[in-house]
């Protein structure tokens, strides 16, 4: 009687996990399909490739896309050492105390902000009071503030994840503390680093709130990384809030959703090749 109570409740987790997962997929379809649908008839080569026309009504988007693109990757570059390094130094340079659980209740702490928070810190720090203006610096700083827990924990797990027999192996042939983090842990973790990277990456694209308070709205092509910009988020926002074209809207956000999608998916390949390598 017993072991059929147990079979029971397995078979009705089993499903209730399944009922779980299928849910969640089909909202990520539906939303995905609603877009596109309403979205990819405005997309054309025009529309990818020139400059908006009377606030977005007309023209196209191609400042938006490389104000977008320009952002994620100096956030990025800004983000990717402090993060990578700090959780090196969790993981291989200290050991679990008051330190530890200070530094990852900070991470954890930086996380649960809201970004319009972090928006209204890098308004009135970088913006203001550093004098960097609305720009492309201004913004990158506040994101990589936003992609530091990201980063550090995916980094930090991945890390964890290296057999201790690599290190020894390592250690026992004469290598240093630094050559053995290097040569032997960092490579072998660098797929599960990279995952954290590309989710750092699809939050910064996608991220509103603190780009509007940092970078401004400029309808031009960044050159400088002191320029003001006007990334496709915001452009999707101003667009949809203020009326000006809610089929141009749809587009931009297909673009989004394809650029996303694009980045995660060329990411888990190079991931699978390098996974690979190393097994070989």
Same mark, same amino acid.
């Given at each position: 009687m017993s072991s059929r109570r147990t079979k029971l409740s397995q078979r009705l987790a089993f499903a209730l996990l399944w009922m779980a997962a299928l849910i969640t997929i089909g909202c990520l379809v539906l939303i995905v399909f609603y877009i596109l649908r309403e979205g990819l008839p405005s997309i054309n080569w025009e529309f990818l490739t020139a400059s908006p026309e009377s606030m977005g009504r007309k023209g196209g988007i191609f400042p938006t896309i490389i104000g977008s693109l320009y952002l994620t990757v100096v956030s990025l570059i800004i983000a990717a050492p402090i993060g990578v390094g700090a959780a090196i130094y969790l993981t291989e340079y200290t050991r679990e105390?008051?330190?530890?659980?200070?530094?990852?209740?900070?991470?954890?702490?930086?996380?649960?902000?809201?970004?319009?928070?972090?928006?209204?810190?890098?308004?009135a720090f970088l913006v203001t009071f550093l004098h960097f203006g609305f720009s492309i610096l201004s913004g990158a700083i506040t994101l990589a503030l936003m992609l530091l827990p990201t980063i550090i924990r995916t980094s930090e797990e991945a890390?964890?994840?290296?057999?201790?027999?690599?290190?020894e192996g390592s250690f026992a042939l004469?290598?240093?503390?630094?050559?053995?983090?290097?040569?032997?842990?960092?490579?072998? $973790?660098?797929?599960?680093?990279?995952?954290?990277?590309?989710?750092?990456?699809?939050? $910064?694209?996608?991220?509103?709130?603190?780009?509007?308070?940092?970078?401004?709205?400029?309808?031009?092509?960044?050159?400088?990384?002191?320029?003001?910009?006007?990334?496709?988020?915001?452009?999707?926002?101003?667009?949809? $809030?203020?009326?000006?074209?809610?089929?141009?809207?749809? $587009?931009?956000?297909?673009?989004l959703i394809i650029t996303i999608g694009i980045i995660n998916t060329v990411a888990n390949l190079l991931m699978t090749r390098f996974a690979l390598r190393l097994r070989a």
């Open positions: 105390g008051w330190t530890t659980k200070i530094i990852r209740f900070g991470t954890e702490t930086l996380a649960g902000v809201p970004s319009i928070i972090f928006g209204l810190f890098g308004f890390i964890k994840a290296v057999p201790e027999s690599y290190r004469g290598a240093t503390k630094w050559t053995t983090i290097a040569k032997v842990v960092i490579p072998a $973790a660098l797929p599960g680093i990279v995952t954290g990277l590309v989710l750092g990456a699809g939050r $910064a694209i996608g991220e509103t709130a603190a780009v509007w308070l940092t970078v401004g709205g400029a309808l031009q092509i960044p050159i400088s990384i002191m320029d003001s910009a006007r990334p496709m988020t915001l452009h999707l926002y101003t667009l949809a $809030a203020e009326g000006l074209s809610l089929p141009r809207a749809y $587009a931009t956000a297909s673009v």
